[in-house]
T-cell receptor
Framework: SAVISQKPSRDICQRGTSLTIQCQVDSQVTMMFWYRQQPGQSLTLIATANQGSEATYESGFVIDKFPISRPNLTFSTLTVSNMSPEDSSIYLC????????????FGQGTRLTVV | GNSVTQMEGPVTLSEEAFLTINCTYTATGYPSLFWYVQYPGEGLQLLLKATKADDKGSNKGFEATYRKETTSFHLEKGSVQVSDSAVYFCALRKSTDKLIFGTGTRLQVFP
């Protein structure tokens, strides 16, 4: 298994500013992902964080708005740029430990409110 | 494409009642299937999983059986508790592809 720590756990931000969310895993993992969960909704995949290269974004998400880094096998960041109230959501980091064990582990999430 | 369909919530039950949350999927081949649970204010926790047809996943009194013939993975528990109140997500994943979630079903259990 893997334990994922995310920070901050919550934040209230002014519109037009940016917030960087950090995700630290306690062991090396093969894949890391970032999800968004809008209030009362399911999870939507933003992107797959690739180690040492650009993230792979899902339809509707772009690098300028959600830049992602993954400098090594245990750490990733997601930045929410130029925020608006519509970005108020829970952002979740997820990781898969290997290609055989297909389950994904999740962080506790970052609850973001944009005012 | 691959997708997961869950029954609409909320599901409201009295303590000790029987629980079923329906989940069906669309996928080519043989995906792995999962149930995740999200307690209020928390992230997602894996509840149980099944990686091949006829496998039964079980944990904390919850069970789900991977039914290839009906493309289903229904979650069941014989006697729910107030502490089971949460949102339950059915999900599928094929090998190294992304995890695909259903819309989630909120369960509310009253004493």
């Amino acid at each position: 298994s893997a334990v994922i720590s995310q920070k901050p756990s919550r934040d209230i931000c002014q519109r037009g500013t940016s917030l960087t969310i950090q995700c630290q895993v306690d062991s090396q993992v093969t894949m890391m992902f970032w999800y968004r969960q809008q209030p009362g909704q399911s999870l939507t995949l933003i992107a797959t964080a690739n180690q040492g290269s650009e993230a792979t974004y899902e339809s509707g998400f772009v690098i300028d708005k959600f830049p992602i880094s993954r400098p090594n096998l245990t750490f990733s960041t997601l930045t929410v740029s130029n925020m608006s109230p519509e970005d108020s959501s829970i952002y979740l980091c997820s990781a898969v430990t290997d290609s055989v064990n297909t389950e994904a582990f999740f962080g506790q999430g970052t609850r973001l409110t944009v005012v | 494409g691959n997708s997961v369909t869950q029954m609409e919530g909320p599901v409201t039950l009295s303590e000790e009642a029987f629980l079923t949350i329906n989940c069906t999927y669309t996928a080519t081949g043989y995906p792995s299937l999962f149930w995740y649970v999200q307690y209020p204010g928390e992230g997602l926790q894996l509840l149980l999983k099944a990686t091949k047809a006829d496998d039964k996943g079980s944990n904390k009194g919850f069970e789900a059986t991977y039914r290839k013939e009906t493309t289903s993975f229904h979650l069941e528990k014989g006697s729910v508790q107030v502490s089971d109140s949460a949102v339950y997500f059915c999900a599928l994943r094929k090998s190294t592809d992304k995890l695909i979630f259903g819309t989630g079903t909120r369960l509310q259990v009253f004493p």
